[in-house]
Structure formats: structure tokens, C-alpha cells
């Protein structure tokens, strides 16, 4: 099983630009979640979804998008990047029969 | 809302040393479950052990045990026998029941290991 995969590992975008960070996962978990990690702020919550067609917003969301077309996809779309989405970024997908979420290996994207 | 405090930033220990790293918590849930995660410089999230808040009993893996104080809303992680794959950033973490992947982190402690 290749658990929860992300793509692309680096990515360097201008100020204005928009793109989409992919993540998937072949472990048929209904949870899935985007989280941001900035240095000293340990890992927030952007957005999360509980099953196909269903989101919801986390702590940090704005200027994030997000949908679940399907179990094993959920893409975070950046409309119009900012220096602020500096950051490295972790998908992370769970399952009501496990206790502990599994993560992707991240993305770092640097807004220029 | 929940939060996570980890309130050392940085700690270091010797080889074969113990060291224990503070988490504490704030919640209104009675169920719950509390994480160690560790991440080295590969950027990978590794789970180091867990904690279901309805066990009394303090979790243990191998070298890595719990300090679980419901009651204090405390979750501290020791690690006995250190060894240099040990260093790391280490995150505590907080999830509600019925939430799978939605966690609440701590800030992070970095470990360092020295010979």
C-alpha cells in the first residue's frame, strides 16, 4: 500500500498564481484533512472532510479551497497564492476503526 | 475550543539518558484521544503512541511511555535509554472521538540527542 501521497514534494509559485496541491489514498479512509506547518506554530487545520461530497473548514481556511469528489482524493487549491501560504503542507486521512490519522510526506511551497 | 500546549521548545538529553517532554491539554469532551508525534528532518509524521483518555492505564512502546493525568489534562511523553535517531521535533496532538484526522497540535518540542 502506498498510504496517503502527496504531490508535489516542492513547488515554488509568484504572488498571484494559482495551483493545486494533490493528495491521495488507497487506505479507503472516510476522514480526510489539509493541515499548514509554519515554524514555531506546530501544524493547523485547514480543511477536512468525513466523506465524499462533505467539508468542512478548519482553523486557518482562507484562501484555500477544497472538494471530495471521491474516497480517495482530496486536492487543496490555492485561487491566488500569497507570501503568507509560505509553508510546508500535510494531507492526512483516518478511519472511525483507527484511532491515529496517516500522513502524507508534504509539500513545501514557497510564495515568492 | 481545544487547545495544545507544549511549553518547551527545545530540550536535550544524552545518549541512554531519560528525558520527558510536557504536554498539556484543554478540553470540555470526556472521550478523547491524545497523540506523540515525532517528525524528523525527513519531514515525515510519525506516530510515537497514543492514549485513549478512557484507559486509566498509562500507555507504553518500548522505550516510549505516558504520564497520563486526566484529571490535570496532562500528557507527557518519557523516553528512556535515548539514542541519537531519537532527535527530533516531537508534537503533541488532540483529537475528539468520531474525528479521525482532525487533530488539534502543540507547538512542538525539538529534542536534541548528544553523545
Known sequence: NAGVTQTPKFQVLKTGQSMTLQCAQDMNHEYMSWYRQDPGMGLRLIHYSVGAGITDQGEVPNGYNVSRSTTEDFPLRLLSAAPSQTSVYFCASGTGGRTEAFFGQGTRLTVV | ?115
Request: glycine letters at 4%; proline letters at 3%; hydrophobic letters at 35%.
Open chain 2, 1 to 115: 475550543a481545544q487547545t495544545v500546549t507544549q511549553s518547551q521548545p527545545e530540550m536535550s538529553v544524552q545518549e541512554a539518558e531519560t528525558v520527558t517532554l510536557s504536554c498539556t491539554y484543554d478540553t470540555s469532551e470526556s472521550d478523547y484521544y491524545l497523540f506523540w508525534y515525532k517528525q524528523p528532518p525527513s519531514r515525515q509524521m510519525i506516530l510515537v503512541i497514543r492514549q485513549e483518555a478512557y484507559k486509566q492505564q498509562n500507555a507504553t512502546e518500548n522505550r516510549f511511555s505516558v504520564n497520563f493525568q486526566k484529571a490535570a489534562k496532562s500528557f507527557s511523553l518519557k523516553i528512556s535509554d535515548s539514542q541519537l535517531g531519537d532527535a527530533a521535533m516531537y508534537f503533541c496532538a488532540y483529537r475528539a472521538t468520531g474525528t479521525a484526522s482532525k487533530l488539534t497540535f502543540g507547538t512542538g518540542t525539538r529534542l536534541q540527542v548528544t553523545l
